[in-house]
């Protein structure tokens, strides 16, 4: 799956010169958190609601609320915005864009098309794609187990669910606690908690967790 199946689009962009203030109350209006700067049709910068909301002029000693609110409004976007810009694009795989994210501890990227920006994929974009992986708005029985590492070994839990008369609304695997081995979950319908739990025994070595979940 690619960038440009999963970014928000249209993008909401800011100037630079626009003030701290009027930004903050626009990502407010428009429920985001994060707007690339653009000048000129250029992509210069982008700035979150933390850059905002942490913005404040010149550490003084005492000052009045008055003179706070003049000098928060001189502030302006370019004084906050990061220009180190990380970008992708629309052919840029969704896992690549996600590790780029967590690696650099950021929670959103813009997409870019050439020079132009055309959308933005961010945290919540993702975490829509993880709920959708998960099956989590359907309901059916929800396993966690702890498998063994060796060739094979999920065909033989997906041939046995199978036969059993189930059908898979979601699988996912992940690190076990070494290296021979891996947890796995997933979730099936057109069958129960007890059936799912015959099926599989024979092929985990730990059964984790099994529930109805979502109904």
Same mark, same amino acid.
């Given at each position: 799956?690619?960038?440009g199946e ?7 962009? +800011?100037? !630079?010169?626009?003030?701290? $203030? ?9 429920h985001i958190?994060?707007?690339? $700067?653009?000048?000129?049709?250029? =992509? ?5 609601? #933390? &850059? ?6 010149? !550490?003084?000693?005492?000052i009045s ?11 302006? +976007? ?24 967590? &690696?650099? #501890? ?14 933005? @994929?961010?945290?919540? &974009? ?30 033989? @839990? ?31 319908? =057109? ?12 092929? $985990?070595?730990?059964? +984790? &967790?099994?529930?109805? *979940? *979502?109904?």
């Amino acid at each position: 799956m690619f960038v440009g199946e999963r970014m928000s689009h249209p993008v909401i962009t +800011i100037h !630079p010169e626009m003030p701290i $203030v009027d930004a903050l109350n626009l990502m407010k209006r428009q429920h985001i958190r994060r707007a690339p $700067v653009v000048k000129d049709g250029e =992509l210069v910068g982008i700035v979150s609601d #933390k &850059d905002l909301l942490n913005a404040s002029p010149s !550490p003084a000693e005492s000052i009045s609320v008055w003179e706070m609110s003049n000098l928060l409004s001189k502030i302006q +976007i370019k004084d906050v915005m990061t220009t180190r810009i990380l970008t992708v694009t629309e052919d840029t795989p969704i896992e690549v864009a996600a590790r780029l994210m967590v &690696d650099n #501890k950021i929670g959103g990227l813009p997409v870019m098309r050439g020079r132009e920006i055309v959308g933005m @994929i961010t945290e919540t &974009d993702l975490f829509k794609m993880f709920l959708e992986l998960m099956g989590a708005r359907d309901t059916g029985v929800m396993v966690t187990a702890l498998i063994q590492e060796e060739r094979g070994q999920l065909a033989r @839990i997906t041939q046995a669910i199978t036969e059993a008369g189930g059908n898979f609304i979601s699988f996912g695997q992940f690190s076990g606690d070494s290296p021979s081995n891996r947890v796995i979950t997933f979730k099936v319908n =057109l069958l129960n908690e007890e059936v799912v739990t015959q099926a599989i025994s024979p092929w $985990v070595n730990k059964l +984790i &967790d099994v529930r109805i *979940c *979502c109904e």
